[in-house]
């Protein structure tokens, strides 16, 4: 049957609607029971597939260029050849097999406690991680007992869903105009609100693709490219593991065993925090160049071994960490070490009518810990009352641990509520935040196996190969210069070591001062600073005053006071290192010369000096290189909407010389940008006045970005920095190339030497078979890891002059993987990304320190606490400013005109022209002054109205 219009009438949900009926401790700010961590939304989304880039028929893309013609593959002078191992499988297609694609709609019909009726659309999540993970698993539930009730879907091994809106399937089912539809009322949820489930399928969203369309799936013009094959391949080969009752499955392609040991591995579980490992395997699939050049579909599949939290009450994951004890308090140490364990951790309410529910249960995040719940108060249908009371009151149930600190969550309206330990349960399947090359290979291997990502006998008629074997090449490396002594070592004459009172090791002064003076470098002996716990004020505001070049800490690393330091040093503009009490110490007592040596290199770059050259040619004076990057790790602070990019450049005096740099942008998609114009022509401005040399030759890295960003790299970025050349001159058009580089992919690679598998060389490249056929790709290996498997960095070329010269950019390339001026030897990317992403990694940490109450007093304002933050100001705020003007104007206009009156005042009474020293006198001199500095607030109040544009702020305090 048909949903009625009036079932639909209260909207339609992208999770699971609210229940008024739920009770659980709210906020202070509230005075009802809890949200349920579930929200609606009126609107129903479009097919997951009109967003993929395809062009079927039914979406309207836009035009954008095509990227940078493909090359045939490059033959490297003084390259040597090697065999590169892969995990790699071709796919095989059944012939002209046609996949239809079908909307598939599951609503969940609530009863509020009015009696009113509210349908959820449960297949249209736009929940992350857990959450969407249990609105899938929903939307699967619904699914198979509605195969059950159709006899259209029984026939087995014909329908492929994704667990959301999309059903594939490898025949047309006859639908007309009105949907399939199907109601259940039982087996569905264990809430007593519940009234019953509705499945809807649509017929055919557009014409039906084929497996011998597989060309189509890339286009050297991003938007043309159909990629709904690839979609429907993806669902396909997953089907095994989704419906494997021994797998679990989470972002939709990490499939893990729920019990290791099937495939050979050992599960381990830490002594704290009950968590246990599990392993499990990933795959993509993609359309690759082939052995003959013809595009085929192929898939990759990855081990993943990851730590998950186990499912049970809150209070037994509190007991397992040594130091437990019954009364602790958030404001302990061990709290402090638990919260960085459990922060942002989901729960689910496991008591009352919420007992037991499973993956119908009520989800919250873990943000933090309240009082015990004795003392934890919030108000409750117009009463204080407490947490402990509550629970008595509302629910008969009496809290155990009365003197135990609760647990602060947030639900999706954003409302805080207090839980106690023992009544809130870890939501299932969550991960917590590397084996040698020849063991991952094989347990690969095994996993995909097992977890059936690879059998003999796939859906749909689809066969895999054995992993592939292609050719690679390793480039010649770059001499690097073996000098005792540094190219350019700096002066530093002022600088203080400090120390967290009690913990002094003075020797290390001793030990490092005179390892910088072997280098070359000319340095005073330092002072020393002791500061008490928790507290860096005061090292900076007397080394400000005393105006020191570098403050080097040392502090034990459970202190965790780096990303304080960072912060203050952005606040107080006084350079530092930072080197943890542990190392220290083992370069007092071991003599880690290496170690102690980076370290040297590091402060030597933070002051202006070169470190060591290399023979390099690829990077002359008149090419510039700039590098972008945001950090993967997350700013520690779930509210904001900040988020950090780094950037680099060799914009100083010597073209080995990086600088680099960050700014906060808006996370989106586009993160790059808006700050991409002026981060060019300041650094363009920088090169021409440091070398006297104008760049005849742009190149820039973008890092992370995937293709669905191609088109706007191809277009946006281009456009942007033809205006910046052309603003620097009319006819200044210097060689420009913008290269895609990212690691976020599933391609492993390893060195196949006569059937031994290890760890692929430095400098090893591979460029055909398993690269895109119609872009520039090739695959990079830039280091040698100290234990585990490498992995490849993926560069594309989006633009460059044509025809493009590959075998320049693998070499400059590679060669900047050698110039990261810290150890002499090479590192994983090329050294204006490396340097892109430690200042995207320090920006995205003086985040966490500014907006986290950490335990460290940095000496930084209340709220941004300087740091320079990229916002638009409403005009709401504007109007305010016009307000505080117009007072202004009124108090500097009596002001001038009370003094004024004054001072002709006195002077007809002493009748004195020449020389006035009256008190009045001077009230009219402090008009005169008063007068000038209110014209000048309010010109700088104007100027700042009239800016209409966004503007980077410096929020200081008043």
């Known amino acids: 049957m048909s949903i009625k219009p009036s079932e639909q009438s209260n909207g339609k949900s992208n999770g699971v609607e609210k229940p008024s009926d739920i009770s659980a401790p709210p906020s202070k700010q509230s005075n009802g029971d809890a949200n349920n961590g579930e929200k609606t939304s009126d609107v129903p989304t479009q097919p997951a597939e009109q967003s993929n880039g395809a062009t079927n028929g039914h979406v309207k893309m836009s035009y954008t260029k095509p990227l940078a013609k493909k090359q045939p593959p490059v033959h490297i002078a003084g390259a040597r050849m090697v065999s590169v191992a892969t995990n790699i499988r071709k796919l095989t297609l059944p012939p002209n097999q046609l996949i239809y694609q079908h909307r598939a709609t599951i609503n969940i019909v609530m009863r509020k406690m009015d009696g009113k009726e509210v349908v959820v659309e449960m297949s249209s999540s736009k929940w992350k991680h857990v959450e969407h993970e249990k609105d899938k698993r929903i939307c699967r539930a619904v699914y198979l007992k509605a195969v059950a009730e159709l006899d259209v879907l029984k026939d087995g091994g014909q329908c492929f869903y994704d667990g959301q809106a999309t059903l594939w399937t490898l025949k047309d089912l006859g639908i007309g105009e009105e949907p399939l539809s199907v109601t259940l009322t039982e087996g569905v949820s264990r809430r007593k609100n519940f009234v019953r489930a509705q499945f809807l399928l649509d017929r055919p969203n557009g014409p039906p693709v084929s497996t011998d369309d597989i060309a189509n799936t890339v286009h050297e ?45 050992h599960k381990y579980s830490p002594r704290e925090g009950r968590e246990e490992s599990s392993v499990g395997a990933t795959k993509s699939i993609k359309t690759l160049e082939g052995r003959d050049g013809a595009p085929g579909a192929y898939m990759t599949t990855e081990m993943k071994a990851t730590f998950f939290h186990e499912s049970i009450p809150v209070i037994e994951k509190l007991r397992s960490f040594a130091g437990f004890h019954p009364r602790l308090r958030r404001e302990d140490r061990l709290a402090e070490r638990i919260l960085a364990n459990m922060k942002g951790m989901i729960i689910q309410m496991n008591y009352g009518q919420y007992k037991n529910l499973g993956i119908d249960g009520i989800l919250f995040k ?42 602060e969550a947030k639900g999706s309206g954003g409302t805080l509520c207090y839980f106690p330990p023992e009544y809130v349960l870890i939501a299932p399947n969550q991960t917590l935040a590397g084996g040698a090359p ?41 001499e690097i210069s073996r000098d005792s002594q540094f190219v350019e070592p700096m002066t530093l004459s002022n600088w203080a070591i400090v120390f967290i009172a009690g913990e002094e090791i003075p020797p290390f002064a001793n030990i490092i001062t005179e390892e910088m003076r072997r280098c070359g470098m000319r340095v005073n002996n330092p002072e020393f600073l002791f500061i008490s716990p928790h507290d860096l004020s005061d090292a900076f505001i007397d080394s400000k005053k005393r105006k020191r070049e570098l403050l080097l800490f040392i502090t034990k690393k459970a202190r965790d006071a780096h990303k304080y330091i960072k912060a203050a040093e952005q606040r107080w503009d006084v350079l530092t290192q930072h080197i943890h009490f542990e190392t220290a110490m083992r370069i007092i007592d071991k003599g880690h010369k290496t170690t102690l040596l980076g370290c040297i290199q590091k402060i030597n770059m933070k002051l ?18 700039l590098g972008f990057a945001t950090s993967q790790k997350p700013s520690g602070y779930d509210d904001t909407k900040l988020v950090a990019v780094g950037f680099a450049s060799n914009c100083l005096d010597d073209t080995h010389k990086f600088l680099g740099g960050y700014k906060y942008v808006e996370n989106g998609k586009d993160v790059y940008g808006e700050h991409l114009a002026e981060i060019l022509e300041t650094a363009l401005k920088a090169k021409n006045r440091q070398s006297k040399v104008k760049p005849q030759r742009v190149i820039i890295y973008f890092h992370g970005i995937n293709e669905a960003m191609f088109p706007t ?26 290269i895609a ?23 090893t ?86 907006f986290e109450e950490g335990v460290w007093s940095c000496g930084l304002l209340e709220n941004e606490r300087g740091v320079h933050i990229h916002q638009k100001e409403s005009w709401k705020h504007k109007i305010q400013r016009l307000i505080i003007i117009l007072f202004s104007f009124l108090f500097s206009f009596l002001c001038i005109f009370f003094c004024n009156h004054f001072y002709l005042l006195e002077l007809r009474r002493r009748r004195v022209r020449t020389q006035v020293v009256s008190g009045p006198f001077r009230a009219a001199e402090a008009g005169r002054k008063l007068r000038i500095e209110c014209q000048w607030i309010v010109i700088r109040h104007v100027l700042w109205l009239l800016d209409e544009e966004e503007e980077e702020v410096l929020m200081e305090e008043e």
């Open 221 to 265: 013009n991003p938007s043309l490219a159909d990629r709904r094959l690839l979609d429907a391949l993806g669902i396909i080969t997953a089907e095994a593991p989704s419906t494997n009752i021994d797998v679990f499955t989470i972002k939709g392609t990490h499939h893990y065993l729920l019990d290791s040991r099937q495939a050979g591995v």
């Open 366 to 407: 873990i943000t933090g810990f309240g009082a015990p719940p004795k003392y934890q108060t919030f108000n409750f249908n117009g009463q204080e009352i407490c947490v402990d009371e509550y629970f008595n009151m509302k629910h008969g149930l009496d809290i155990h641990y009365k003197d135990l600190m609760t647990i």
């Open 438 to 478: 020849h063991f991952r290979r094989e347990t690969t291997e095994n996993v995909s196996e097992t977890v059936g990502l690879v059998s003999e006998n796939m859906a749909a008629g689809l066969s895999v190969t054995a992993p592939l074997v292609v050719d690679g090449y390793i480039l010649k490396s770059p």
């Open 608 to 625: 202006g000096g070169l470190n060591y050259l290399t023979d390099s040619t690829s990077l002359d004076e008149k090419t510039i290189v």
């Open 713 to 738: 790299v191809r277009n946006s970025y281009v456009e942007i920095c033809e205006k910046v050349f052309y603003q620097r001159g009319k006819t200044y058009k210097p060689e420009l190339t913008i």
């Open 741 to 763: 580089s990212t690691k976020l992919h599933n391609e492993r690679l390893y060195m196949d030497d006569r059937g031994e598998i290890r760890n692929l060389e430095p400098g």
């Open 765 to 850: 490249v591979v460029s055909s078979v398993i690269v895109s056929p119609v872009y520039n790709e090739f695959y990079h290996t830039g280091n040698r890891p100290f234990r585990g498997t490498t992995k490849p960095t993926k560069y594309t070329v989006v633009y460059a002059p044509e025809p493009v010269n590959m075998e320049q950019i693998q070499t400059l390339t590679n060669d900047l993987c050698y110039d990261a001026q810290i150890i002499r030897a090479p590192i994983s990317v090329p050294t204006p990304i490396h340097i892109a992403m430690d200042s995207a990694e320090r920006g995205s940490a003086i985040m966490f320190a500014i």
